[in-house]
């Protein structure tokens, strides 16, 4: 069974960074489409950034500009560079696979202060 693992987490004030990671068991990277999502508290878990196998990214609004996603295969580890954080940022982050979803991690939680 394919496990994710997030990390990275934290409080941080607005206009602050951090840096999140994605360690992928049992399944190659490689092979697949990545992806970020969040959800804040009272919403719907939404997409943040995705990468494809050939390193194609794409942004949602809210967070173009600001967050960077990247993938290291040889690692099979996902991460999401996070900058210039704003409170609506607030959210539990996660990965996964946008075509072929897999059971979500526990997340960790990103919490930006004004």
């Known amino acids: 069974q394919v496990q994710l693992v997030e990390s990275g987490g934290g409080l941080v004030q607005a206009g602050g960074s951090l840096t999140l990671s994605c360690r992928v068991s049992?399944?190659?990277?490689?092979?697949?489409?990545v992806a970020w999502y969040r959800q804040a508290p009272g919403k719907e878990r939404e997409f943040v950034a995705s990468?494809?196998?050939?390193?194609?990214?794409t942004y949602a609004e809210s967070v173009k500009g600001r967050f960077a996603i990247s993938r290291d295969n040889d690692k099979n580890t996902i991460t999401l560079r996070m900058n210039s954080l704003k409170p609506e940022d607030t959210a539990i982050y996660y990965c996964?696979?946008?075509?072929?979803?897999?059971?979500w991690g526990r997340g960790t939680q990103v919490t930006v202060s004004s």
């Open positions: 996964n696979f946008p075509q072929t979803l897999v059971s």
């Open positions: 049992r399944r190659t990277l490689s092979l697949y489409n």
């Open positions: 990468a494809s196998r050939s390193d194609s990214t």
